[in-house]
């Protein structure tokens, strides 16, 4: 079982604890054994433990520490947002964060949709059900 | 600087004229003609017979607090419109429609009646949620509903004679007076048909609301 995700400049990574929790950064530098530099568009560069970090499959093109200009710009070459988004980690982090802000009402409406769905599922598996016999 | 400043023990820092002058002695003269007005002895103090008793203790008498207490501030969360879940009660866990604050701090709600059975009722704010739903209320008129609409009526005590002392108690319901149920017609037909403008509302505030498991309430947004 190899490794696939490497710890390399240009690797895109999500922050995992601390203030930051929940930024995707980019890692433009190592600092020891057990740090990394990272830097994303709407924050300032600073140090971080690996601990700290769960790496993507997203990987950019950055030289080692870039200006802040020329990694947006390879950013948006790279379409990290989208990539991030269409994946099915960056998909199930969107609908978490989707689910906690759903207010009282949200919440019930949600339950309503629920229950025509699983009706309608047990309508037509009743039907199969009925052709099967 | 006040004139009982001092400059060292004993040393006063304005002067005398000058601190005669900053009492303003003179003023109140001048206004007089001249002279300072003399109080006139009441003779009321020696009118008073002296007292036969005299306590030990000099103790002073307990004054009657002046405090005012303050207007129940409105959390912000709460507008005309707001649909509050009530905490404990008899409609505990029922979603109503928040009209206005009364002047005793309590919070005017309805069910509406027809949608969920909670009638024209005062609230506490302590015992509520405020939800981030609001319904429009614009409609609504609740001025004539305040503290007063909600006392209790004094009930006459009627002379029992014997005979009835012994007979069994009679029930004596309460009914609603009239123009309590027509009040709350005219409130709700409003707020009814605002609340079908908006799909899935009525069966909304129909439903009670509870913790399910895995609901962490703290991290719920209302």
Known sequence: MPFKRFVEIGRVALVNYGKDYGRLVVIVDVVDQNRALIDAPDMVRCQINFKRLSLTDIKIDIKRVPKKTTLIKAMEDADVKNKWENSSWGKKLIVQKRRASLNDFDRFKVMLARIKRGGAIRQELAKLKKAAA | ?222
């Open chain 2, 1 to 222: 600087m006040a004139p009982t400043s001092k400059l060292s023990q004993g040393i006063k820092k304005a002067s005398r004229s000058h601190t005669y002058h900053r009492r303003g002695l003179w003023a109140i003269k001048a206004k007089h003609g001249g002279a300072f007005p003399k109080a006139v002895k009441t003779d009321a103090v020696a009118a008073v017979a002296a007292p036969k008793f005299y306590p030990a203790d000099d103790v002073k008498p307990r004054q009657p607090s002046t405090r005012k207490p303050n207007a129940t501030k409105l959390r912000s969360s709460i507008t005309p419109g707001t649909v509050l879940i009530l905490l404990a009660g008899r409609f505990m866990g029922k979603r109503v429609v928040f009209l206005k604050q009364l002047k005793s701090g309590l919070l005017l709600v309805t069910g509406p009646f027809m949608i969920n059975g909670v009638p024209i009722r005062r609230v506490n704010q302590a015992y509520i949620f405020a939800t981030s739903t609001n319904v429009d209320v614009s409609g609504v008129n609740v001025d004539k509903i305040e503290d007063k609409y909600f006392a209790r009526d004094k009930k006459k005590k009627a002379e029992k004679t014997e005979d009835e002392l012994f007979e069994t108690e009679k029930q004596t319901t309460k009914d609603l007076p009239q123009f309590k149920k027509e009040d709350q017609k005219a409130v709700d037909a409003a707020l009814i048909k605002a609340i079908e403008a908006v799909p899935d509302l009525k069966a909304y505030l129909g439903a009670r609301f509870s913790l399910r498991d895995g609901d962490k309430p703290h991290d719920m947004v209302f």
